[in-house]
């Protein structure tokens, strides 16, 4: 089956270190990859995309980039700020199957000014 | 501005009691979508619906129902809830099948079973 598996957080930084949060998923066909975000007491958002291999998404100083051959979506950003605190999700879809998002366990990020 | 509310914010019910969380979308999208968030589980796909009279099981669907008879809204219904049930609820919405453009999020109803 399909399945996205996160790194286990709860992540804690100081305000502009580096992060990342590891991402490797199984799919059955050829998935397109996303990373949401999920901010205290609000819905989650997208935050970046990828829908083929070695396509990098960016948005907001975090990048990820769709690795194949790893089966890897690793979302990264240079300088964390204390807003960037949160719960971040990866997660994949099979556009020509179901159209339905599989959604990894979510890493709690915590950044400390 | 297109939006998608859930209605309500915060819910608490007895065990046993039908419960009805509501979802309100105005983008048109034809896909909706039923989410419950736990620790540890991330988001689990509870139905799903591709369009009006369309509606679809998820991967934890037992004990949830819903019905989809106009664009906007797909309610999702507690027949007899349970403790287990306790959970943030997620609706999100998206394009037709073949252009996908992302899921739009609602902000969610905290449903507590005591």
């Known amino acids: 089956g399909n399945s996205v598996t996160q790194m286990e957080g709860p992540v804690t930084l100081s305000e502009e270190a580096f992060l990342t949060i590891n991402c490797t998923y199984t799919a059955t066909g050829y998935p397109s990859l996303f990373w949401y975000v999920q901010y205290p007491g609000e819905g989650l958002q997208l935050l970046l995309k990828?829908?083929?291999?070695?396509d990098k998404g960016s948005n907001k100083g975090f990048e990820a980039t769709y690795r194949k051959e790893t089966t890897s979506f690793h979302l990264e950003k240079g300088s964390v700020q204390v807003s960037d605190s949160a719960v971040y999700f990866c997660a994949l879809i099979l556009i020509q199957g179901a159209q339905k998002l599989v959604f990894g366990q979510g890493t709690r990020l915590t950044i400390n000014p | 501005d297109a939006e998608i509310t859930q209605s309500p914010r915060h819910k608490i019910t007895e065990t046993g009691r039908q419960v009805t969380l509501a979802c309100h979308q105005t983008w048109n999208h034809n896909n909706m979508f039923w989410y419950r968030q736990d620790l540890g589980h991330g988001l689990r796909l509870i139905h799903y619906s591709y369009g009006v009279h369309d509606t679809n099981k998820g991967e934890v669907s037992d004990g949830y129902s819903v019905s989809r008879s106009n664009t906007e809204d797909l309610p999702l219904t507690l027949e007899s809830a349970a403790s287990s049930q306790t959970s943030v609820y997620f609706c999100?919405?998206?394009?037709?099948?073949?252009?996908?453009?992302?899921?739009?999020f609602g902000s969610g109803t905290r449903l507590t079973v005591v």
């Open positions: 999100a919405s998206s394009e037709s099948k073949g252009t996908w453009q992302g899921y739009t």
């Open positions: 990828a829908t083929k291999a070695d």
